[in-house]
C-alpha cells in the first residue's frame, strides 16, 4: 500500500544537492530512513509530533509549522494541539511561551485549525485554507531556497 503524500513537501533537501551531488544523495537517502521507513516503529503522526516539539524546543518555528500541518492532514486533533501547546508553555516557560511560540506561525496556524473547527469547518476545507496560509507561499513557513521569513 502507498503512503498518501504530506501537503508540504522537504524543498530544502534540494539544498544539499547544490552544495554537492554526494551530499544531496546522502542526505535524500537519510530523509528516507527517517520518514519513508518500510516498517517504522513510530507511527508518523508521533515522528510529527516529535519533530514538532524538537522544532519548538529550538525555536525553529517554520519547521514546527510544517510539522503541525502535515500532522494536521494525518488526523492530529484540537485536544492533542491544547495539550501538546500546554507542554510547550510548561517545559519552555510562560515568559518564553509568552513573547516567541505565541508570536509564531505554529501557534497561529494551531489557532486557526481551532477556530475553524469550533466553527463546524470540515477538516477537508481547513486543510485547504491551511496550507494555502501556512505552506510555501509563506515566508516564515516555507523551505524554497533563497526565501527568508526573517
Known amino acids: 500500500m502507498k503512503k498518501e503524500s504530506p501537503p508540504l513537501k522537504p524543498l530544502a533537501l534540494g539544498s544539499f544537492k547544490r552544495i554537492d551531488a554526494e551530499l544531496g544523495r546522502i542526505t535524500g537517502n537519510f530523509w528516507k530512513l527517517v520518514w519513508n521507513k518500510e516498517s ?3 507511527d508518523q503522526k508521533t515522528k510529527y509530533l516529535l519533530s514538532l516539539a524538537n522544532a519548538v524546543g ?6 514546527a509549522t510544517r510539522e503541525l500541518v502535515k500532522a494536521y492532514a494525518i488526523g492530529l486533533s484540537v485536544d492533542e494541539m491544547d495539550e501538546l501547546f500546554t507542554l510547550f508553555a510548561w517545559n519552555q516557560g510562560i515568559g518564553n511561551f ?9 501557534f497561529a496556524a494551531y489557532q486557526f485549525i ?3 473547527e469550533a ?14 496560509n501556512f505552506g510555501e507561499d509563506n515566508p516564515h513557513v516555507t523551505t524554497r531556497p533563497g526565501t527568508s521569513g526573517r
Open 98 to 106: 509568552a513573547s516567541e511560540i505565541a508570536s509564531s506561525p505554529v
Open 58 to 63: 529550538a525555536n525553529r518555528f517554520r519547521q
Open 40 to 42: 517504522p516503529a513510530i
Open 119 to 132: 466553527k463546524g469547518k470540515e477538516r477537508q476545507e481547513i486543510m485547504k485554507k491551511l496550507v494555502e
Open 114 to 116: 481551532k477556530t475553524e
